[in-house]
């Protein structure tokens, strides 16, 4: 079982930044694939990046440019650094991890953290 705590959330005006943080139980953090979701009012869950145990990353279309994602596995926490916020980037923010344990996949996800940016 690997449990997921969110945080770094909270209101920022258009153009501001902020960084959320992800902090993941286990001793094979290294070797989860990471990622962090969105989900707007009445819009479906989203991917908005991903990071992979070997470090490959992938971003949304809408956050290239803006997002980074990043981990740290000496401290079992994913990150994903958020500039240039706009107003469309308000939602709940969901970390996810994905492990492979004796040829079983698992998935597993955080609270979520609210993200609201004012225009």
């Known amino acids: 079982q690997v449990q997921l705590v969110e945080s770094g959330g909270g209101l920022v005006q258009a153009g501001g930044s902020l960084r959320l943080s992800c902090a993941a139980s286990?001793?094979?953090?290294?070797?989860?694939?990471m990622g962090w979701y969105r989900q707007a009012p009445g819009k479906q869950r989203e991917l908005v990046a991903a990071?992979?145990?070997?470090?490959?990353?992938n971003y949304a279309d809408s956050v290239k440019g803006r997002f980074t994602i990043s981990r740290d596995n000496a401290k079992n926490t994913v990150y994903l650094q958020m500039n240039s916020l706009k107003p469309e980037d308000t939602a709940v923010y969901y970390c996810?991890?994905?492990?492979?344990?004796?040829?079983?996949?698992?998935?597993?996800w955080g609270q979520g953290t609210q993200v609201t940016v004012s225009s």
């Open positions: 286990g001793s094979r953090f290294s070797r989860y694939d």
């Open positions: 990071i992979t145990g070997g470090g490959i990353t």
């Open positions: 996810n991890a994905k492990t492979v344990v004796i040829g079983v996949r698992n998935i597993y």
